[in-house]
């Protein structure tokens, strides 16, 4: 009886193998980043599978060896340094999310590949560098055992003249790796703030004080543990004020995941 689910399963894969692989053949896959066909990927013979994917050439300018990482900011630390309270540079910061779990530092390829990725049309090179995050990161993403997943929001104007928006993209993809629901509307944005990169450090909490509010009703995030998600993690100023917006609305804890961090 134990192996019915597979037996019932076996007839309909290569069905499904031969569909994805006509579809291949009229439509090749190509790489959201510089637009080279892309091989049949090792990672991408699964179901589901993990495309869209980069191609080899890009892959290798995005990716950076993975090397010891804060446990809490993301950011390098020395091979062997404890960082599980946080490290030198973010143990002055209150943050009050978990950690951060992201794919890279925001410079170089990754970084180009993120200003691209926010515009309208790159929706497939957000959710590229989405599977790039999960294939890297899968273990910590998944021993996080969230409940539920949400993109960090902008407000509703910007959405008007935006309509993609990375964080929604990259949080879609990591939902249905994760096999968890996605709630992209728990979190909104309240009121138009300026830029948080044109501000200085200390202006940027003022900036974004009582920006965000939960959407749901409060009692459906009483113990839940969310897997909040964004593209760029700057200071990490948006992440804890919408963290603390969560926690306040009875969350139990709160992961950031983000395709890269600023160094
Ligand atoms: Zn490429
Ligand atoms: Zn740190």
Not at 78 to 97: A, I, L, M, N, T
Request: aromatic share 6%.
């Amino acid at each position: 009886m134990s192996d019915t689910p597979r037996r019932l399963w076996q007839p309909t894969r290569p069905l499904a193998h031969w569909g994805r692989a006509a579809l291949r053949f009229v439509f090749p896959p190509s790489c959201p980043l510089c637009q080279a066909d892309v091989e049949n990927h090792a990672d991408d013979s699964g179901c589901p599978p993990v495309s869209p994917l980069l191609c080899g050439r890009c892959l290798i300018d995005v990716s950076k060896p993975r090397g010891n990482r804060c446990q809490r900011c993301g950011l390098p630390v020395g091979p062997y340094v404890r960082s599980d309270h946080g490290c030198p540079k973010c143990e002055s910061h209150k943050f009050r999310f978990q950690k951060v779990i992201r794919l890279g530092l925001y410079d170089d390829a990754l970084r180009q590949a993120c200003i691209r990725a926010k515009a309208t049309t790159q929706f497939p090179l957000a959710a590229a560098l989405a599977n790039l995050l999960w294939l890297s990161e899968q273990f910590d993403l998944q021993t996080a055992n969230v409940d539920v997943v949400a993109p960090v929001p902008c407000h509703w104007t910007r959405r008007m003249l935006r309509p993609h928006h990375a964080a929604e993209t990259i949080s879609r993809v990591l939902a249905g790796r994760l096999g968890k629901p996605l709630q992209r509307r728990l979190l909104r944005k309240k009121r138009l703030t300026s830029d948080q990169s044109d501000l200085p450090a200390a202006q940027r909490r003022l900036n974004l004080k009582d920006a965000f509010a939960v959407r749901s009703h409060p009692r459906s995030l009483a113990g839940k543990t969310v897997l909040l998600v964004d593209d760029i993690l700057t200071t990490g100023t948006t992440a804890n004020e919408c963290t603390r917006t969560l926690l306040h609305a009875g969350a139990k804890q709160v992961f950031v995941a983000v395709i890269a961090v600023v160094p």
